[in-house]
């Protein structure tokens, strides 16, 4: 089984987004998501992804230590301001400079949190498809 990483700082908005959808289009894939100073998972990241159908299951900030690096073939950063986690060796390496929803002003924050999981949808599906055929 192929397994996918998405990293970030705060593990609590743009990389949830990305494991909960991620993990919904692709239930046969290990997917993950961490952070190298996590926090907590969002209630905007619940919101939006219950308004697009998608499960919040099991979705806790976590750091990129707890995960099993064995399992991981590919990892994605979403980081854009801010300076991203990096984890040395020979996965292969993602960027997709995604802004951070929670830094938006307190009245764009769900949009905010809402373009982040559109553009989610609309990256993951050529990658999620490229991972089941290597698996």
């Keep these: 089984m192929a397994g996918i990483l998405f990293l970030c700082v705060a593990n609590s908005a743009r990389s ?7 993990r919904d ?9 961490a952070g190298s100073e996590p926090t907590h998972v969002r209630p905007q990241v619940r919101r939006v992804l ?10 806790r900030s976590k750091s990129m230590f707890e995960v099993e690096m064995d399992e991981i073939d590919v990892i994605v950063t979403l ?6 986690p990096v984890l040395p ?3 292969r390496h993602i960027h997709w400079p ?5 830094s938006a002003p307190e009245e ?5 949190f809402r373009a982040t999981r559109d553009e989610l949808i609309r990256r993951l599906p050529p990658l999620l498809g490229e991972l089941k055929a290597e698996a």
């Excluded at 219950?50 to 979705?59: H, N, R, S, T, Y």
């Design 16 to 22: 949830q987004l990305a494991e909960a959808i991620a």
């Design 25 to 33: 289009l692709a239930p046969e894939l290990d997917v993950w998501s």
């Design 50 to 59: 219950a308004e697009g159908g998608f499960d919040d299951k099991g979705l």
């Design 79 to 84: 980081c854009r301001q801010e300076q991203c």
């Design 89 to 91: 060796g020979k996965k």
């Design 98 to 102: 995604l802004p951070d929803p929670a």
């Design 108 to 112: 764009e924050k769900d949009e905010a």
